[in-house]
């Protein structure tokens, strides 16, 4: 291969220069593009280091936001696909753990994951990505792939039932393009609906893509074509998501789920307390219930 192109890190094929950016404004960084399954991709990214000194990016202003709307989302597809809430779930790529604790709040057994990010707030409620789980979500985590073909390997391996995931899908981008966001240096692989499709083939599962969220379906799992349907409408509809999960979510009490976490979470704290600091690092203690300034009991 020449610096022109570069060996696809999806499927192995060609990929040829696309165009350069400036990726933490001081590296000069190629863009490649794959023929074969539309992957984009940065030359081999050097540079991650850097970028992942701290784990989470000032520019990502939408976390919360983000964040609320994939609950709502995960919400609506899971009852459609009739995943029992009580079944194990996994948040893979979790960051610090708000996703999986608003899951938790709603009444649903989801358990955290991350390589790099610290988990904050759901301590004690770990996953292991090795084991199938009904559901896995995936949300802002694609397109961290710097080996993207053994990290997407990972993910499969289990064999979830389903696996949710939200990345914008590109559409022949330039270099203007908003989510190549070079100033953070943390977003190295980029997917189009032809390259989910083609990792949907390579691990046995069909994609359901939207524009911006896809769900994997293994293969033999079955889906009736009326909840087929819906989820299709729901992952191309972020009004549409909104409102089921948001109705979806109204069946549950996010107090008695919460109480059901801080008896789980006290359960393991251990016996003598003065082992546990009082801001909680390091140990299990929760705040969630405090309303008079007291420590809870």
């Given at each position: 291969?020449?610096?022109?192109s570069l060996q696809?890190?999806?499927c192995g094929?060609t990929?040829?220069?696309?165009?350069?950016?400036r990726?933490?404004?001081?590296f000069?960084v190629?863009?490649?593009?794959?023929?074969?399954?539309?992957?984009?991709?940065t030359?081999?990214?050097?540079?991650?280091?850097?970028a992942?000194?701290?784990?989470y990016?000032?520019?990502d202003v939408?976390?919360?936001?983000?964040n609320?709307f994939?609950?709502?989302?995960t919400l609506?597809?899971a009852t459609?696909?009739?995943?029992?809430?009580?079944t194990?779930c996994?948040?893979y790529?979790?960051g610090?753990g708000?996703f999986?604790?608003?899951?938790?709040?709603?009444g649903?057994?989801?358990?955290?994951?991350?390589?790099?990010?610290?988990?904050?707030y759901v301590?004690?409620?770990e996953?292991?990505p090795q084991?199938a789980?009904?559901?896995?979500?995936c949300f802002?985590?694609?397109?961290h792939f710097?080996?993207?073909?053994?990290?997407?390997?990972?993910l499969?391996?289990?064999?979830?039932d389903f696996v949710l995931?939200?990345?914008f899908?590109?559409s022949?981008?330039?270099?203007?393009?908003?989510?190549?966001v070079?100033?953070?240096?943390?977003?190295v692989?980029?997917?189009?609906?032809?390259?989910?499709q083609?990792i949907?083939?390579?691990?046995?599962?069909?994609?359901?893509?939207?524009?911006?969220?896809?769900?994997?379906?293994r293969h033999g799992k079955k889906v009736?074509?009326?909840?087929?349907a819906?989820?299709?409408w729901i992952?191309?509809?972020?009004?549409?998501?909104?409102?089921?999960g948001?109705l979806?979510?109204?069946?549950?009490?996010?107090?008695?789920s919460?109480?059901?976490?801080h008896?789980?979470?006290?359960?393991?704290?251990?016996?003598?307390?003065?082992?546990?600091?009082?801001?909680?690092r390091?140990?299990?203690?929760?705040e969630?219930?405090r309303?008079?300034?007291?420590p809870?009991a």
């Open positions: 291969m020449t610096t022109s696809c890190r999806l094929e990929a040829d220069e696309l165009f350069s950016l990726v933490l404004r001081q000069d190629r863009y490649y593009r794959c023929a074969h399954c539309d992957l984009i991709q030359e081999e990214p050097y540079w991650l280091a850097q992942y000194s701290t784990a990016s000032a520019l939408g976390v919360l936001n983000r609320l994939c609950s709502r989302l609506a597809v459609l696909l009739g995943v029992p809430w009580a194990p996994l948040d790529g979790g610090n708000i999986t604790r608003l899951m938790r709040d709603a649903c057994n989801f358990l955290w994951h991350d390589k790099i990010g610290p988990n904050l301590r004690g409620f996953g292991e084991i789980y009904a559901l896995v979500t802002e985590v694609f397109e710097a080996n993207v073909h053994d990290e997407l390997a990972a499969f391996r289990p064999r979830p995931v939200g990345t899908l590109h022949n981008p330039g270099k203007d393009w908003w989510y190549l070079p100033d953070s240096g943390q977003h692989a980029f997917y189009s609906r032809q390259t989910m083609q949907g083939t390579l691990f046995g599962y069909e994609a359901v893509c939207g524009e911006d969220y896809v769900l994997f379906i009736a074509a009326w909840r087929r819906l989820i299709g992952l191309n509809s972020n009004w549409l998501a909104n409102v089921v948001f979806f979510r109204q069946t549950r009490s996010t107090e008695a919460m109480a059901r976490d008896a789980a979470v006290k359960a393991k704290m251990p016996a003598d307390r003065s082992a546990v600091s009082p801001t909680g390091g140990g299990m203690q929760t969630n219930n309303r008079d300034g007291q809870s």
